[in-house]
């Protein structure tokens, strides 16, 4: 799976956030399973960055108390360091990698905002604000989740998911640099690309074909699914189509382009592998706790 080069091989690394909170990785079959790092505080979004040698991973901790954190390890799971400490983001939960500008973007749920750092946890910044305050906090339409970024466009994308199963998920998209002149809480440039969703989750891109991905952990038929969407529609015409149903509220997905595969984490504790299409859908674990985030990488051996 995946166009590998001699001496390359493949891993999984996926979060469950019961148990204790764990990070794990596994072969793109499911075998060989490795214990990286437990003791998490409810972790829901994980990234890799291959040529630094760390996964990071985010905490959403309790919500109540505003103690979400990020933390890395090696990819042995040695050298475990906070790099955004308790309480300097709410709630945060997928977390993706920008390497080529050296940046960390999350979603931070009841913090209602899209935020991102350097990769040593510095220069904290807040990219779009959704509320302020407990009462906007209480309404979950200003949730922020899922969170992706195509740096060809300039764009980052993200998720609202509104309460469960309402039907009220949207997927928005805004310029990477808040507008000058403006401020998080008010950008002009803010797009609304779907709404009505049951409860959009995690999104990812395929930057080769400009395809964005998403979860849904809403109820079906829209629910419990993967889906996917072009993202320079013809006539700006939004448009998008399921690819797998049937998930147990599904949360993570990663993308293995090259392969033409992907993989789908729901917190059934169920990992699914699958054609970028859908086809050949596969379980390669079960019954694995409640899972949440999964990133997938080439380790160089």
Same mark, same amino acid.
């Given at each position: 799976?995946?166009?590998?080069? $001699?001496?390359?091989?493949?891993?999984?690394?996926? *979060?469950?956030?019961?148990?204790?909170?764990?990070?794990?990785?596994?072969? =793109?079959?499911?075998?060989?399973?490795?214990?990286?790092? $437990?003791?998490?505080?409810?972790?829901?979004?994980?990234?890799?960055?291959?040529?630094?040698?760390?996964?990071?991973?985010?905490?959403?901790?309790?919500?109540?108390?505003?103690?979400?954190?990020?933390? /890395?390890?090696?990819?042995?799971?040695?050298?475990?360091?906070?790099?955004?400490?308790?309480?300097?983001?709410?709630? =945060?939960?997928?977390?993706?990698?920008?390497?080529?500008?050296?940046?960390?973007?999350?979603?931070?749920?009841?913090?209602? @905002?899209?935020?991102?750092?350097d990769l040593d946890g510095s220069d904290i910044e807040t990219l779009v604000q959704t509320?302020?305050?407990?009462?906007?906090?209480?309404?979950?339409?200003?949730?922020?989740?899922?969170?992706?970024?195509?740096?060809?466009?300039?764009?980052?994308?993200?998720?609202?998911?509104? =309460?469960?199963?309402?039907?009220?998920?949207?997927? +928005? /998209?805004?310029?990477? !640099?808040?507008?000058?002149?403006?401020?998080?809480?008010? /950008?002009?440039? #803010?797009?609304? +690309?779907?709404?009505? *969703?049951?409860?959009?989750?995690?999104?990812? %891109?395929?930057?080769?074909? @400009?395809?964005?991905?998403? $979860?849904?952990?809403?109820?079906? =038929?829209? &629910?419990? $699914?993967?889906?996917?969407?072009?993202?320079?529609?013809?006539?700006?015409?939004?448009?998008?189509? #399921?690819?797998?149903?049937?998930?147990?509220?599904?949360?993570?997905?990663?993308?293995?382009?090259?392969?033409?595969?992907?993989?789908?984490?729901?917190? !059934?504790?169920?990992?699914?592998? !699958? &054609?970028?299409?859908?086809?050949? /859908?596969?379980? #390669?674990?079960?019954?694995?706790?409640? +899972?949440?985030? %999964?990133? @997938?990488?080439?380790?160089?051996?």
């Amino acid at each position: 799976m995946g166009g590998n080069v $001699t001496g390359d091989r493949e891993r999984l690394f996926v *979060l469950e956030a019961s148990g204790g909170g764990r990070l794990f990785s596994v072969n =793109p079959d499911g075998s060989d399973k490795k214990v990286l790092v $437990t003791g998490c505080r409810i972790p829901d979004g994980v990234a890799v960055d291959m040529s630094a040698g760390h996964i990071y991973w985010t905490n959403m901790g309790v919500p109540s108390e505003n103690d979400g954190s990020i933390e /890395r390890v090696d990819l042995d799971g040695g050298n475990r360091t906070t790099i955004v400490p308790e309480g300097a983001t709410h709630t =945060p939960k997928q977390l993706h990698l920008e390497a080529a500008e050296g940046k960390l973007y999350w979603g931070d749920r009841e913090g209602m @905002r899209v935020m991102r750092c350097d990769l040593d946890g510095s220069d904290i910044e807040t990219l779009v604000q959704t509320g302020q305050g407990d009462e906007d906090s209480r309404d979950e339409t200003n949730w922020c989740v899922g969170v992706a970024v195509d740096p060809v466009g300039g764009n980052l994308y993200w998720s609202q998911k509104g =309460p469960s199963d309402a039907g009220l998920g949207r997927i +928005l /998209r805004a310029g990477l !640099a808040v507008p000058a002149g403006e401020t998080a809480a008010r /950008r002009t440039d #803010i797009e609304e +690309l779907f709404d009505g *969703l049951p409860e959009p989750i995690d999104l990812e %891109i395929d930057l080769g074909e @400009r395809t964005l991905y998403w $979860t849904d952990r809403g109820d079906p =038929p829209k &629910g419990n $699914t993967v889906n996917r969407s072009p993202l320079d529609p013809p006539d700006g015409l939004w448009t998008s189509e #399921i690819l797998l149903t049937h998930l147990m509220e599904g949360i993570g997905i990663a993308l293995d382009p090259d392969g033409d595969h992907m993989y789908v984490t729901d917190l !059934a504790g169920s990992v699914y592998a !699958a &054609g970028l299409d859908g086809s050949d /859908r596969k379980e #390669i674990l079960s019954a694995q706790g409640n +899972l949440t985030g %999964i990133a @997938r990488a080439v380790l160089h051996t």
